[in-house]
């Protein structure tokens, strides 16, 4: 599975990747409101920090202004992801924008009869909502599932990128359906690697350590 995290936060962007453990990221209005910044200025220190794919949203409704704005977006660098909405339109947008050979994330899926569209739109990735659907009372987890068997089906090549993840267990559990990608806020991704009986085991083995009197070299 590959880890992209959610966010705009150039800091924790940086910090992530230093650890080696970013895949790409993903941006979106939302986010660029809170990093505060100029949308090109903060995706092009993004791009040059982070190798994979970065999804930058385009704002317009309507096709035509879609793919002016692509444009504008695709030429701040190379592995900018074209970020556009499951709409007739986005998809319309889709088709023209990888034919011409740049990745494109379709995003706010609900539903696996948009996957299908957006997989024969020709998309990069998919963004199903996990937790905006958790919140409507249907579990998030069976739209996953669903989108993965109808992929597997057609043997399409979009990528499944979960998002809208909230806990550490949507991670798992989409990992366990065969989610591609997980898209994750800093902090979940962080979360991943606690668990108390680590931090216990660490505790003795580092006090036993210290009752030898030994150093290593």
């Not at 903060?42 to 930058?56: F, H, L, R």
Request: overall charge negative.
């Amino acid at each position: 599975m590959k880890f992209f995290v959610d966010t705009a936060d150039v800091k924790e962007i940086r910090e992530l990747n230093e650890l080696g453990l970013l895949d790409g990221v993903t941006t979106n209005p939302s986010l660029i409101l809170k990093a505060g910044r100029n949308i090109a200025e903060v995706t092009k220190e993004i791009c040059d920090i982070v190798n994979g794919p970065v999804s930058a949203e385009v704002t317009a409704t309507e096709y035509s202004e879609m793919m002016r704005e692509a444009k504008v977006l695709a030429r701040i660098a190379d592995n900018v992801c074209i970020k556009v909405p499951l709409t007739l339109d986005g998809l319309k947008a889709c088709k023209a924008i990888t034919s011409e050979g740049r990745q494109v994330n379709v995003t706010l899926c609900f539903s696996a009869n948009q996957a299908l569209l957006a997989a024969k739109a020709g998309a990069s990735f998919i963004s199903p909502f996990i937790g905006r659907v958790d919140d409507t009372g249907i579990d998030g987890m069976e739209l996953i599932s669903e989108i993965r068997t109808i992929y597997d089906n057609y043997d399409f090549k979009t990528e499944i990128l979960a998002a809208s993840i909230r806990t550490v267990n949507h991670v798992k559990q989409a990992a366990l359906i065969g989610a591609d990608v997980a898209t994750v806020p800093p902090a979940t991704l962080r979360a991943l690697v606690k668990h108390p009986l680590t931090d216990k085991g660490l505790e003795q083995f580092l006090a036993d350590w210290a009752k030898t009197g030994q150093q290593i070299g």
